[in-house]
Every structure is written in C-alpha cells, then in structure tokens.
C-alpha cells in the first residue's frame, strides 16, 4: 500500500480513540516499550514511548496530525534536541493505528 | 483416590485398564484410561507407580483411550490412535508411538479444556518457596534443563505447562513424567545414575524421546501452589558459557504471551494475570551448554532470593 | 439417561447429583456445546458456588471460551459493519450472532462458529465485493460447489477472513431456493427491527427471529446442535412469550409467511422435552399446520432420539438411524428428487474421490517442496 498516498489523507482529519473497546496498559520502569491490550479486537501490542504519547494525546477531544504535532513539540515528554518532530513519523504512526483498530476517524 | 499404581498387583492394574478404565490423579486433573495396549500398561506401571489412582467409578476430568484404529491399514501400517470421550482429535500414529500419543493427548487435554487457567508453553519447578518459569519454544534445551532441576532437589511442577491461577496468580503443579529428546536422554542418565526412564521411543516426528519418571516428593506435595518468582527463557546452545541476561518487562510479557496456549482467549483477565506474573518476577534470557553450571546459577539466584 | 436435559429443566435437581453423574452430566454437556450455557443458568439460578470444584472448573473453563467468542464476534460485527455500509442497506444479523448484539436471552454462554447476515438479493452481489475489499474471501474453491450455492441455495458460499480466519454466511433468504416451503425474505426483512442505537444494525422482528430458528432446526436439518438448537427456541419463547398476546402474533405470522409445520414442531418438541411453558390454546390451534397423527408419531421418534445430546451415553440402537433418516428428508425438503439424487451421490462418491486424486496431487508436490502441514497433527508439543 503506498503509505505517501494514505498519509496525505489522513493528516487533514481529526482523529480520536476507538469507541469499539478499552485500552489497558502494562508498564515497568526498566524500558520506554509499553504493551497495550486493546479489548476491541482482542490484540496485546508492543507500543514504543513515541506511539504511546501519541495514543495519550488522544485520549479527549479528537485530533489532527497537526494538533498532535503542536501538542507533543510543546510537552517536556521529547527531548528538545529530538525536536521538531518527522511529519512522516506522525503519519505512519497514525496510519498504522488507524489499521490495527485503535484509532478512527 | 489413595491408592497408588504400585500398591495395586500388575495383572489386576492390567486387567482395569482394558476394561473399565483406570482413574490417575495428576494434581489438578484426574484422567480416566482405558487401554488394551501392553507397551502402554508396562510403561505406565513404571512411570505412574507413584500417582494416586482409583479403580472405582467417580468424576474425571479426561476420559481417553488409546488403541489400535478398526481399519484394514491394521494389517499393513499398524497404527495407534487416541480418543478423548469419543472424539478424536488427531489422526493416527505409528503403532510403536502408542505411549507418546498418550502423554501428548493429555497435554492436549489441558491445554484445550482447562482454561480455568492461563497456561503457558513452559517448564515449572521450585526450590525455598519461589518458583521458576522456564518457558520455551521446543528445541530451546527446556526439558533437559528441567530434568537436570528435578533430579537436582527442585521440585517438579510440570515440563511442558505452567498452570497460572489467575485469581491469586499462584502457580498449580502438575506433576509429569519429563519427555526427553535425542541427545537430552543420554545427558540424563549420565547426570544422574538414580534417573528412571521409560521406554525409548523411535522415529516420532520429534526423533527418538524418553520419559523420565518424577521424584516421588514432586507428586506427594504437588498440591502445594507456589509464587512465580523468575521467569527465564532457556536457550542451549553448543559451546556456549553460561550467560543470564536480564530482559526487559515489557518483552518478556510479549514473549509469554506467544508461548501462551491460551492467552489470546483469556481476554482481559489473561491480560491482567500476565501483567502481575511480570511484575513479580526478574526476568531473564538464560544460554547455555553446561547442565551443571545452569543448575549451579538457578541454585544461586533462588538463595539470593529473599 | 438425559442428565442435561435434566438439568436444563431444573437445574435445582444438580444439587443432589453423585461425582459420578456429574461426570456424565459434564460430558453430555460438552457433546451438546452446552457447559458454558450451563455455567450461566446455574449462576443466574445462584447455583454455581454449591457445584463441586472438579465439575465447576469444566463450566468455567467453557465459559472463559464462550466469552471470548464473543469479544471477537461483537469485534466481526463492526469489521462486517465497516465494509457494508456504503451499500446503504442496514446490515441484517441471524442467528448467534444477533442473540449477541440483542442482548437476547439464548446469548449467555451460546457458541456459533459463523456469522449469519442477511441482505437483499439485489445487493448480494454488491456486499460480496464489498466484504472480499476487506478480506473476507470465497471458502469454496470447488466448481460444483460453487455453482450448487449460486443456483440452488439461500445464501453465497461461505467467506472467510484472510487475517483473522472468521466466517461469514451471507444470506439472501432463510431457505433454498428449491425447498418445499417458500418464506418471503422481503417480508422479514421489512419487518426487522433495529438492535443498535449507534449503528444501523437489524434483526428478525421476534415471531420470524423464533420462527426462523425452527426452521433451521426442523426443515433445515441442521441438527449436529439439535440440542443447543432447540435451548434457543425455548429461550426465545419463554421471553417473547412473557407478553400473552405474542402467541397470537406468532401463529398468525408462521401461516403469513409459510412457515407454519416447522413452528408447530418448535413448540411440540420444546414442551415436550425443555418443558417450555407454552399456553394450551397456541398448541392445540387450529392455524398451526400439524401433520397426521401417523406421522407426528414417526416423528416424535426421530426428534427425540436426534434432540438428545450427541454422546454415546444417550444413543441407542435407533439414535444412528433417526440422525440418518432426518438428514435425508431435510435435504429432501430442500430440493426436489431429482436434483437431491445427484447432489448425494456427488457428496457421498464423487467429492472423496475427487479429493483423493488432489491429495494424490499434493503428496507428488511434497517431494518438490510444495509440503502442507495438517492442522490436526500433533505439533505443539515437545
């Protein structure tokens, strides 16, 4: 699938978390890696720190990949010589939760 | 169910199990068998003699038979197959492999009708109260390790399942004989001169395996729950030095998750039990060649262990 | 001896049972896909924590499964949703499946393997495409069976999911097209009611929700599941029965839409065996389509021994026969004569044959590579 062609749909609309199940996470304080069990479709993730920022920021009021992008350059969670954030990082996350269920439009 | 197999004569022992059947407790489970097959009677009457037993009617979790398929193939390619209450699940094998497809079966049991557990692909045994979680992919040097713990004064939960309680997240013991492999039989019973073994088995689709029979203290107390405390994934490897690498959390729950054989039904309480089985444990990748020192680190680690 | 019939009826009567009756119990449970159903009677009963641990651990551990089945059809359903609605026809579920999402009572602890919808023959060909663009591809391969579907029967092939192996059966009505009864699907589905607030999911209105069942069970000879089959149809009755005048209704709508013998079998065999409360006047009525006495005597014979679990314990030397003369006539019910004979002699000759000489095929391509593991080996264990 070209993923060029999803992500320039996706970053105009505003996404939120899937209404479909709920979100349970397992974390520890010996790695940055975060499992998710996600009740909807039953799946257990291994999530990296960034894809969870992202899932979090989510939680609330629906978001646009621009929002996401404001908000988390903003927030102390990255490392300020990490910033600014890749657009194509947002947009794959993006694009891949919108494939695996845990997020929709 | 006080008896045990050995205080009953072989021919009265013989007799029950091609007739009604004979009811063996193994922990949780009590399986009722029936069997005409005499390499399956003898090799049970040597493995089992230790398992309180009961000929009497009562309640069984599994009611199995092995036996000889009613074909014409008989006469040709002998053959042996394996019935769980009138259903058989597998197609048939070798005759010769007519005590395996038991013990297999029964594995098989468990791990498709016993999901009042979470059950994980793994070896469990335990030392001063703390258990260890061997889990581990087949050929990842598991069994012999385990067999090397039980011989060595662990005592034996199980070598193929850990059985976790998700309620209190205590681990059940389910006392087996231990299936060797190839290489693995000749390394026990050169370990250790008081190991005993079954008959040896050839040309499964796993090679040529053994079952090694467990210590009697393992079945005596194997109602005895106990507290996961590590959780290590075995790996041998020719050559290699002893090496326990700590691994991180989160990749260990993903890791017990795929060894799981029943993780992905447990829904949200599997979800739960595996996190709380993580949280109490240190976990490990462990590599190794020498049973000696592997057995030396697991002493170790469970002494340092408050 | 029926001890889950027995403990169906009154489920009270348990209490007093032996280790050894449980252990029956337990099995003819397990051979009528029932324990999970159990474990949810005996708990609604307040029953389950005076059960014995060894027989308790069986329900559990089924239920455990029947829960889960349920997460991911709930997940099947919205996937279906998803891909069928820019059709602009609402989504029609049958079945288990609409007992789930209605929240109705046979739902507790009820497996089924497939998902059941039912769609308007002028879409069907529209909702194929669109299910197979989200990866629920054609099961049958076969030619002949895939021209006996299209031209015979009341619903597509099967469809199953590439990623998540879940089935679909896509219906365009509830019978074959050649069957000795003829149901209008557009009158059931103009009589469907929506079960979701959110979503434009549907459901069979509750008279052709239960007659629809009977159907399945009585016409369509559906009865590997006779038991469980028949649980729905007495939960269905006793909740939609609650309300007196819904047995008018019933009766009334069975001889509207053609489907009046297999309702009067529902309601014989559902009181005569699950003690259903079924009032006096909508058995004995006049409008229900009963056969002559004779018959009904034959019968009664047949769906006994066919509706009781399918394990040894409750079979007797007519069991195999009865199972065997009911699969006939369903199939005769289906079709006529002539188009039955060479549809049997296919499956019954042909097909092992013709599976044969692919396995023959299979086994030479082994040798160049081409080797296809059997799911039903023993593999997992070291």
């Known amino acids: ?105 | 169910m006080t008896d045990t197999i050995s205080a009953l004569p072989f021919d009265h022992f013989s007799g029950f199990l091609k007739g009604e059947g004979i009811r063996i407790e193994t922990g949780p489970f009590i399986t009722r068998l029936q069997t005409k097959l005499t390499d399956v009677i003898e090799n049970l009457a040597l493995l089992y003699s230790d398992y309180p037993i009961s000929t009497e009617a009562g309640f069984s979790d599994f009611h199995l038979d092995i036996h000889k398929p009613n074909s014409i193939r008989r006469w040709i390619h002998p053959q042996v197959n394996f019935t769980f209450d009138g259903i058989t699940p597998f197609k048939p094998l070798p005759r010769p492999q007519a005590y395996a497809i038991f013990e297999w079966g029964l594995n098989w049991c468990i791990s498709n009708y016993a999901h009042q557990y979470l059950i994980i692909h793994s070896a469990v045994l335990e030392k001063n109260g703390a258990a260890i979680v061997l889990p581990g992919i087949p050929g990842a040097g598991k069994s012999t390790l385990c067999a090397g713990l039980a011989l060595s004064g662990w005592r034996l939960f199980s070598d193929e399942m850990a059985l976790i309680e998700p309620s209190s997240g205590q681990l059940v013991s389910s006392p087996r004989p231990i299936s060797l492999k190839n290489e693995s039989i000749n390394i026990i019973k050169n370990f250790s001169s008081s190991a005993v073994f079954g008959i040896t088995i050839n040309d499964t689709t796993k090679g040529s395996i053994a079952h090694l029979k467990p210590q009697i203290e393992s079945i005596q107390r194997c109602k005895e729950k106990t507290t996961p405390r590590i959780i290590a994934f075995p790996k041998y490897r020719t050559g290699a030095r002893t090496s326990l690498t700590p691994l991180t959390k989160s990749r260990a729950f993903m890791t017990l998750c795929e060894n799981s054989f029943n993780y992905s039904i447990q829904g949200k309480l599997g979800f739960e039990t595996i996190k709380s089985l993580i949280s109490s444990c240190d976990c490990f990748e462990f590599e190794y060649s020498s049973l000696d020192e592997a057995i030396k680190t697991f002493d170790t680690l469970i002494e340092q262990m408050e | 001896m029926n001890l889950v019939v027995e403990a169906l009826v009154n489920p009270e009567s348990v209490k007093n049972l032996s280790d050894t009756q449980w252990d029956l119990l337990i099995r003819q449970a397990r051979s009528s896909e029932l324990l999970a159903h159990l474990y949810h009677r005996f708990m609604a009963e307040g029953i389950f924590s005076s059960i014995p641990e060894k027989p308790k651990n069986h329900l559990k551990s089924d239920e455990v499964l029947a829960t889960k089945q349920h997460e991911a059809a709930r997940w099947e359903i919205l996937q279906i949703y998803q891909a069928l609605e820019s059709i602009g026809t609402p989504l029609l579920l049958l079945k288990g499946a609409a007992y789930l999402h209605a929240d109705l009572p046979p739902a507790p602890g009820r497996f089924f393997s497939d998902i059941d919808i039912l769609v308007p023959k002028t879409v069907i060909n529209d909702a194929e495409e669109k299910l197979h663009q989200w990866g629920w591809l054609t099961t049958h391969n076969d030619d002949y069976d895939q021209r006996y579907y299209r031209k015979w029967m009341h619903e597509i092939p099967p469809l199953q999911h590439v990623g998540r192996h879940s089935t679909i059966d896509v219906h365009h009505n509830i019978l074959p097209l050649t069957a000795r009864l003829h149901p209008d699907p557009e009158k059931m589905i103009q009589a469907s009611v929506q079960i979701d607030e959110s979503f434009e999911l549907y459901t069979l209105c509750p008279a052709d929700m239960i007659l629809h069942s009977a159907t399945h069970l009585f016409h369509d000879g559906e009865l590997e599941h006779g038991l469980r089959d028949l649980v729905d149809l007495d939960r269905l009755l006793r909740h939609f029965g609650n309300d007196a005048s819904f047995w008018e209704t019933l009766i009334n709508r069975a001889n509207e839409i053609d489907l009046s013998r297999p309702l009067f079998y529902a309601l014989r065999y559902t009181s005569k065996i699950l003690n259903t409360p079924i009032p006096l006047k909508a058995l004995n009525s006049k409008q229900l389509d009963k056969p002559a006495y004779p018959v009904q005597f034959f019968m009664d014979h047949l769906f006994l021994r066919a509706l009781a679990p399918a394990h040894k314990s409750s079979n007797d030397w007519f069991t195999g026969i009865a199972r065997w003369f009911l699969y006939i006539r369903s199939h005769y019910l289906r079709m006529p004569l002539h188009l039955l004979i060479p549809h049997l002699f296919y499956k019954a000759y042909l097909r092992p044959y013709k599976e044969w000489r692919e396995n023959r095929g299979a086994d030479s391509g082994k040798k160049t590579g081409g080797h296809k593991e059997s799911e039903s080996e023993i593999d997992i264990f070291e």
């Open chain 1, 1 to 105: 699938m070209n993923l060029n062609g999803a992500s320039l749909k996706v970053s105009h609309s505003a996404w939120s978390l899937a209404t479909s199940g709920e979100y349970h996470w397992a974390q520890w304080n010996d790695s940055d890696e975060i499992v998710l069990y996600f009740t909807g479709s039953g799946d257990t993730f291994l999530i990296s720190y960034f894809g969870y920022l992202l899932l979090d920021a989510l939680k609330g009021s629906p978001k646009t990949a621009e929002d996401l992008d404001k908000l988390l350059s903003a927030s102390d969670s990255i490392p300020h010589d990490l910033l600014p954030i890749p657009k194509e990082m947002i947009d794959s996350h993006l694009f891949h939760f919108q494939k695996l269920g845990l997020i929709e439009l």
